[in-house]
């Protein structure tokens, strides 16, 4: 079983019951091989269930399941039932004042490097979903500014995003769907900002 395996516009994760037997099998095997290397990916559970939005858990489970692959454990998740998915709808979690728009504009103190290394990893194997139609014009390259909270991310300029264009705010809430992806896809950090750079071209080199 694979990654690819578990991707469909209607399944998000499996239930939380179901994704909490799958956690403990994943750690029983973990321990017996001598807990090497990080344990399985914490599932998202329980109170954390009603205040995690879709995307973060469609990231999390798919992390849960490249972890079983890649130490040859994926014959340990088995085929769930349709009952046993949750649809995307299913698992869009409450909107709370955690997840609105202000809660990217809370003070917070700087980053780690690591941290910032990590979010960005994250971000990258999320990109698909989070640029959705851009995201083959598009490469989130860097954090940057003082607490790392502004996203470089480098363009083709000869696409228009939906919002309008890369340098100027035309129509406001394709930019803040697609800034609340970004910063479902790298919680616990999160950015204010995003700064679009011309990509370059072999015409630059």
């Not at 990916?41 to 939005?53: F, M, N, V």
């Amino acid at each position: 079983m694979t990654p690819d395996s578990f991707r469909d516009a209607e399944r998000a994760c499996p239930q939380p019951h179901i994704w909490s037997e799958v956690y403990k099998v994943l750690h029983d095997a973990w321990k017996s091989g001598g807990c090497v290397g990080e344990p399985p990916p914490t599932p998202i559970i329980l109170s954390g269930w009603w205040y995690t939005p879709a995307l973060a858990k469609i990231i999390a489970w798919e992390a849960t399941v490249r972890w079983a692959a890649e130490r040859s454990l994926s014959h340990l998740i088995p085929e769930f039932t349709h009952d046993e998915w949750a649809s995307v709808s299913d698992a869009a979690g409450v909107d709370t004042p955690e997840y609105s728009e202000y809660r990217y504009h809370d003070p917070s103190p700087r980053p780690s490097k690591e941290l910032l290394a990590t979010s960005l990893e994250q971000l990258k194997r999320a990109w698909p979903l989070v640029a959705e139609a851009f995201a083959g014009s598009t490469t989130p390259t860097a954090f940057t500014g003082r607490k790392g909270r502004r996203l470089l991310v480098d363009a083709d300029f000869t696409i228009k995003p939906p919002w309008g264009s890369w340098t100027e705010l035309v129509v406001r809430k394709p930019f803040t769907d697609f800034r609340r992806r970004v910063n479902e896809a790298i919680s616990p950090h999160s950015v204010d900002h995003v700064d679009f750079r011309r990509r370059k071209t072999e015409d630059d080199m």
